[in-house]
């Protein structure tokens, strides 16, 4: 059984694209061969009502600056080797930050990192394409929209 942790900033609405597209495959994923675990750095009132599809953790994580970084650092690395997650997937900018740094210090094999909106100026400015490089020894994959 292959387990993979899909890590997000949060899902607010399952109607929205990505979280869309994330929850689909979640959902029609093969059971026999992949185990689910949807990991989000924030939570959101349809998190707390809505079908995910599989089991959802939060790390309650509020900012780079706060505690709540080293808190949900040490949430998602016992979370990884609880799990045994062999597969970390994270989506949007907090969650590719976060997600790739704590799978990487968690031990997890395989890390794949989203990049979107690549743009420079949108996402990309300076200090981020910083942030990129430096994340980029750790992400064994990347998937780009």
């Not at 794949?112 to 990129?132: K, P, T, V």
Request: charged share 20%.
């Amino acid at each position: 059984m292959i387990n993979i942790a899909f890590v997000i900033n949060t899902i607010e609405s399952p109607y929205a694209g990505t979280e869309k597209q994330l929850l689909a495959t979640i959902r029609l994923l093969d059971r026999t061969r992949f185990c689910p675990h949807l990991v989000c750095l924030r939570s959101s009132d349809w998190l707390k009502t809505g079908d995910v599809g599989c089991g959802v953790s939060v790390l309650d994580f509020g900012s780079f600056l706060s505690l709540s970084f080293l808190r949900g650092r040490r949430r998602f690395v016992e979370f990884c080797r609880k799990h045994q997650i062999d597969i970390v997937q994270t989506f949007f900018r907090d969650s590719n930050h976060a997600g790739t740094w704590w799978a990487h210090k968690a031990g997890v094999d395989v890390i794949i990192a989203s990049r979107r909106n690549i743009g420079s100026g949108y996402w990309h400015n300076r200090h981020e394409i910083a942030i990129l490089k430096f994340l980029k020894r750790y992400t064994t994959h990347y998937i780009t929209n």
